[in-house]
């Protein structure tokens, strides 16, 4: 058989590529990253971006993204960190980064995606055994995947399964002579909900193993500095590796891991994403360095974040919406429909009150349920979440009353 045989049918989202692509898929959206976007030549209130605490426009970090390409261009440093690519930059924003979440040490990496599978990679050995959250982002799972041990899963935040397989790891380990990692997110980015991360060091008592955290949507927002979920929790000496991207809070590219010295001094030696990948450019560090700055001393952005937040999970469930059980700054909001009433929400949503946000349907969400997911900012007014709650509260009617098809897609010109 041909290999690109499988193509011809494009895979689940791919299938609906003619139809909603530009639409649903690969949407545009145009102009200056903000509350106020263009998405199809119209100005639309935008919910879907992880600019949490503002900073993608922020002038000064706009002046140090400038800077850096005005001194140093994209191309500096050249090579990977081991061979030619390190700075003095790179060493001070980890500097900075380790000091700021309460680590010896941290390391940069170029994304959080790949740096995730890495940091998997090169922490288990075939020995080894992995024990992660069933809804652990696909960087986990992809990094779980390539593990050449065992791996198991446990029912998303279910801590008794996450004990039993920690004794069926334990067994394991005990014949292997390998070690144990469980891995878990601070934040669960489409629900909003917390991983348990104290329930989880408090196993420590009864079994031998480490523990990773991805903190993508709570490194900048969570805790009382902002340094994250593990912070929140005050259980940052329970979290042996701590991993965060600079996509979400930072509003930029790349990624860190951080934890004890000789751990990090092992994965600057070992993590093949870096060893065989360029260094991150100095435009990105000088950036990382203004932002993580801004990120860390002045606490009214993020205090804006949160009243933001509150304002608009609070009116929310007033309205009588249903938000999970989200703790977290992500704003899920559920309905009952399929994916045909979605998409019909969704237009209706975008056409007329001219609001952008993204939606989850099935296999993410259960069958018959949908899944409109917010995301508050900094940069949101008061107004923006008074005429949010007010539209929804709309849609809402309309879809009690059947006024979405139930069985058609809308049609997009
Ligand atoms: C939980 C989580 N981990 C990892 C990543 C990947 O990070 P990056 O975009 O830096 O590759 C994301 C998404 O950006 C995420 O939401």
Not at 77 to 91: K, V, Y
Not at 215 to 229: I, L, N, R, V
Request: charged share 25%.
């Amino acid at each position: 058989m041909d290999i690109f045989e499988k193509f011809r049918n494009r895979g689940p989202l791919g299938q609906y590529m003619e139809y909603g692509h530009g639409y649903f898929m690969f949407p545009k959206l145009e102009g200056e990253i903000g509350n106020r976007m263009k998405f199809r030549g119209e100005e639309m209130l935008v919910w879907s971006l992880n600019n949490y605490i503002g900073l993608a426009n922020h002038p000064e970090v706009r002046e140090a993204d400038a800077r850096g390409a005005r001194e140093y261009g994209l191309a500096a440093p050249m090579g990977a960190r081991i061979m030619s690519g390190h700075t003095d930059m790179h060493e001070q924003l980890e500097k900075e980064l380790a000091a700021f979440v309460k680590r010896d040490a941290a390391y940069l990496l170029n994304f959080g995606y790949q740096g995730m599978f890495s940091i998997i990679q090169s922490v288990c050995g075939r020995n080894d055994v992995i024990v992660y959250d069933s809804e652990a982002h696909a960087c986990i799972v992809d990094g779980a995947q390539l593990h050449f041990g065992k791996r198991f899963v446990y029912p998303h935040n279910d801590i008794n399964s996450c004990a039993k397989q920690l004794e069926r790891a334990t067994r394991i380990v005990s014949e292997t002579g390998g070690g144990i990692l469980v891995i878990t997110e601070g934040v669960y980015g489409m629900s909003g909900d917390l991983g348990k991360l104290k329930e989880i060091v408090a196993l420590k008592k009864d079994y031998d193993f480490r523990l990773l955290i991805d903190d993508a949507h709570g490194f900048g927002t969570m805790g009382p500095t902002g340094a994250g979920t593990d912070e929140h929790f005050h259980v940052q000496k329970g979290v042996d590796i701590y991993f965060a991207t600079f996509a979400k809070a930072m509003a930029g590219i790349g990624a860190f891991v951080a934890g004890d010295e000789y751990v990090i001094k092992f994965l600057q030696y070992n993590m093949r994403s870096q060893i065989f990948a360029k260094s991150l450019p100095m435009p990105i560090v000088l950036g990382s360095l203004k932002r993580l700055e801004l990120l860390r001393d002045r606490p009214e952005l993020r205090n804006n974040l949160w009243k933001i937040v509150g304002q608009l999970q609070g009116g929310l469930k007033e309205a009588g919406f249903n938000l999970g059980n989200t703790n977290s700054c992500v704003t899920p909001v559920f309905l009952q429909g399929g994916p045909e009433e979605a998409t019909c929400i969704i237009k209706d949503l975008r056409d007329n009150y001219k609001i952008f946000c993204s939606m989850v349907t099935y296999p993410v969400v259960p069958k018959g349920v949908i899944m409109l997911r917010l995301i508050p900012t900094a940069v949101h007014t008061v107004e923006d979440v008074e005429y949010t709650i007010n539209a929804f509260r709309d849609i809402a009617r309309r879809l009690q009353k059947n006024e979405y098809s139930k069985t058609k897609f809308p049609k997009l010109d």
